[in-house]
């Protein structure tokens, strides 16, 4: 079952059935084009006392699914380790530092999460095809849960792509458009593609999923930490990462199982800094050269840029920017004091949490969590 309630427009609050609305709030949405930071994004309403009922009974972050977990495709995503890098925590000066290795996904990926719950849907509806934008990782995430799901996935890349990341797109048999471009070109590509076919769209925060789907990440270091953490440090492109953290943390609020939220680093490549710049000016503005070496944090035009500021400041988090050189550092410092092999926007984690420390945001007694979104070996050029 699902004790989920309502979806409700994050910017009028206007409330939708479960199937009344697919996308984004058809008041708000009027007019919506490419380009812009998309308006009326939709949030997921529970039923929290019966919620705080059953976990209390149960722990499970699939309790605080939209859909009902039955429609979820067999290929298991998620409950990803979580851990203490005692080296580096040392080295670090934070004892209580952990890490979260989303990496280790089905297909080395965060994006899993989103596309576990837009398959799940696909599934419910009787869908058999799912399109979405990507600059790798959600597209090679969607067309490994499709493959396992029997569904057809079309992919809008941009062209210049990691190679292994279109590699594993094409390995499990999805349709791929390249795009002569960036993510935002593909992102508009997508959307043009879904309104003349019979299928379902999984373009980030364009389909609410994406957000719910990811929330499951924070739900886990809930549970697998026992307590709400200080801080979470979030590798940040079009927002929604951030904002399924922030949501996980909101819903175990609003459902009484915690009495605070974490505050959130949101960690951008300098060059793709939309979102960083909107939080400390107020005034929303395009990146004005998105070219990062960390591709997956790439954007020019944020998504959920406008959730993405309000949870730094309902969280009283800090945003902060960091070079390539202070990516491709960390990387190294990842890989050989954790152990882990993280592609360059996964390493921007540490880059920023190092730089927050520099900073004395966060302080030696803080407990911490580093998230980790994306497997190096999506990506070795970077490390070449």
């Known amino acids: 079952m699902s004790y989920f309630n309502n979806w409700r427009c994050t910017d009028c609050g206007k409330e939708f ?22 308006p009326g994004v939709l949030e997921a309403v529970f039923d929290y006392p ?6 209390q009974a149960q722990p499970d972050p699939r309790l605080f699914s939209v859909l009902d977990p039955g429609f979820y495709p067999t290929l298991p995503v998620g409950d990803t380790p979580f851990f203490r890098p005692q080296r580096l925590a040392a080295n670090l000066n934070l004892p209580e530092l952990y890490i979260k290795n989303d990496s280790l996904n089905p297909s080395g990926s965060f994006k899993d999460r989103a596309s576990e719950l837009v398959v799940a849907d696909a599934i419910r509806l009787g869908i058999n095809e799912i399109v979405c934008a990507s600059t790798g990782n959600a597209a090679s995430s969607l067309a490994c849960l499709c493959a396992a799901a029997g569904k057809k996935a ?26 002569a471009g960036t993510y935002d070109a593909a992102f508009a590509a997508a959307l043009e593609y879904s309104a003349s076919h019979a299928c379902l769209n999984r373009n980030t925060a364009y389909n609410p999923l994406t957000i719910e789907g990811k929330k499951s990440a924070g739900l886990e270091i809930f549970l697998q930490l026992g307590a709400v953490p200080d801080w979470i440090v979030v590798p940040v492109g079009d927002g929604v990462i951030l904002a399924g953290i922030h949501k996980a943390f909101v819903d175990l609020l609003r459902a009484g199982l915690s009495d605070k939220l974490p505050r959130l680093l949101a960690v951008q490549a300098a060059s793709s800094d939309a979102v960083t710049s909107y939080w400390e000016s107020g005034v929303y503005r395009d990146a004005a050269n998105p070219m990062s070496i960390a591709d997956s944090i790439s954007v020019k035009t944020p998504s959920n840029a406008r959730w993405a500021v309000r949870a730094l400041k309902e969280t009283r988090g800090q945003a902060i920017r960091v070079s390539d050189n202070q990516i491709l550092k960390a990387q190294q410092e990842l890989a050989r004091q954790a152990g882990i092999f993280a592609e360059p926007s996964s390493a921007a984690a540490l880059a920023g949490l190092q730089s927050a420390i520099e900073q004395s945001w966060i302080a030696p007694g803080d407990r911490a969590v580093l998230l980790i979104t994306g497997h190096g070996l999506k990506d070795i050029n970077a490390v070449r």
């Open 17 to 38: 059935a479960l199937d009344e609305v697919r996308y984004l709030c058809p008041d708000c949405a009027q007019g919506y084009a490419p380009g812009v930071p998309l």
């Open 154 to 179: 079309v992919i809008f890349a941009p062209a210049k792509a990691p190679a292994a990341k279109l590699a594993q797109i094409r390995i499990h048999g999805a349709d791929l458009h390249s795009v």
């Open 50 to 55: 019966a919620l705080r009922e059953a976990w």
